[in-house]
């Protein structure tokens, strides 16, 4: 089992719907969480990070933490097409972080 | 506060060659992490840097191997160049790793 896993995609949503990337991990010690996006040939840029249980919104972006169930989301509202990339998850173990392979994220016109 | 840098950007070298990538922090960044990152690939963790000591460590050969001096600057280093070598190599920085990541812009190595 990966320590942090992402369906790669390709997740296809229509401008304006609710993008929903999903993420699990298999250290229940983890404490910290991370989402990266990556554009194409760029280097990955940090979304947000949560720390604790529940919902955490920034703009259109909402972050979701399931502790008991080892589950973090990210809801992007109102998707634009300037919003496809690759999106990273990353848990924080002790001294590091372990990154997911990235879910691919095309929002069309 | 200035980013991460990475020099230099982009790198050609020919297979057997041995190539140098340096990555310079955050000020009051003491972790730098270096990854690999191939077309469609994740990314691949190669090792992290913590006051001066390799701390993690991937799962890379001996070919590849890194330092970090005492103001935090780190060094990558891969010996023997092989065509398979040819990626982006991102290093990413923190106050004490575990915490929040920043990247740099990466250098991206074409190994002929």
């Known amino acids: 089992q990966k320590e942090v896993e992402q369906n790669s995609g390709p997740l296809s949503v229509p401008e304006g719907a609710i993008a929903s990337l999903n993420c699990t991990y298999s250290?229940?010690?983890?404490?910290?969480f991370f989402w990266y996006r990556q554009y194409s040939g760029k280097s990955p840029e940090l979304i947000m990070f949560?720390?604790?249980?529940g919902d955490k919104e920034d703009g259109r972006f909402t972050a979701q933490l399931n502790k008991a169930s080892q589950y973090v989301s990210l809801l992007i509202r109102d998707s634009q097409p300037s919003d496809s990339a690759t999106y990273l998850c990353?848990?924080?173990?002790?001294?590091?972080?372990?990154f997911g392979t990235g879910t691919r994220l095309q929002v069309f016109p | 506060k200035a980013g991460v840098t990475q020099t230099p950007r982009y790198l050609i070298k020919t297979r057997g060659q041995q190539v140098t990538l340096s990555c310079s922090p955050i000020?009051?960044?003491?972790?730098v992490s270096w990854y690999q990152q191939t077309p469609g690939q994740g990314l691949q963790f190669l090792f992290e840097?913590?006051?001066?000591?390799?701390?993690n460590k991937g799962n890379f050969p001996g070919r590849f191997s890194g330092r970090q001096f005492s103001n935090s600057r780190s060094e990558m280093n891969v010996s023997t160049l092989e065509l398979g070598d040819s990626a982006l190599y991102l290093c990413?920085?923190?106050?004490?790793?575990?915490?929040?990541?920043?990247f740099g812009p990466g250098t991206r190595l074409t190994v002929l």
């Open positions: 990413a920085t923190s106050p004490r790793g575990g915490d929040t990541q920043y």
């Open positions: 250290d229940r010690g983890s404490q910290s």
């Open positions: 949560i720390y604790s249980n």
């Open positions: 990353a848990v924080s173990n002790t001294d590091k972080l372990i």
């Open positions: 000020s009051g960044h003491r972790s």
């Open positions: 840097y913590f006051s001066e000591t390799q701390r």
